[in-house]
Nanobody
Framework: QVQLVESGGGLVQPGGPLKLSCAASGRIFSIYTMGWYRQAPGKLREFVALIASGGTTNYADSVKGRFTIIRDNAKKTVYLHMTNLEPKDTAVYYC???????WGQGTQVTVSA
């Protein structure tokens, strides 16, 4: 059984930073590609970023240059460093273990003045 627990969401002003964390338990974390997705109200869940076991990263065009995904295999944790946040980034952010059905419960990010 795998548990993914996100944390770090909250209210932030436009232009501000925020760091999300996703802690995993129950499996060998290091072999899995980990991803972040988000879902805004009334919209479908969309891809944000992923990091492969070897450290290769990929980002949605909408967040390139503003978001950074990092993993710490010793801590079984993946992070999403978000900078220069915009109101359109407002969504529930979910962590996902690729190739499995495991998702976190989500953490709300609200960007508003």
């Amino acid at each position: 059984q795998v548990q993914l627990v996100e944390s770090g969401g909250g209210l932030v002003q436009p232009g501000g930073p925020l760091k999300l964390s996703c802690a995993a338990s129950g499996r060998i974390f290091s072999i899995y590609t980990m991803g972040w997705y988000r879902q805004a109200p009334g919209k479908l869940r969309e891809f944000v970023a992923l990091i492969a076991s070897g450290g290769t990263t990929n980002y949605a065009d909408s967040v390139k240059g503003r978001f950074t995904i990092i993993r710490d295999n010793a801590k079984k944790t993946v992070y999403l460093h978000m900078t220069n946040l915009e109101p359109k980034d407002t969504a529930v952010y979910y962590c996902h273990m690729a190739g499995t059905g495991y998702w976190g419960q989500g953490t709300q990010v609200t960007v508003s003045a």
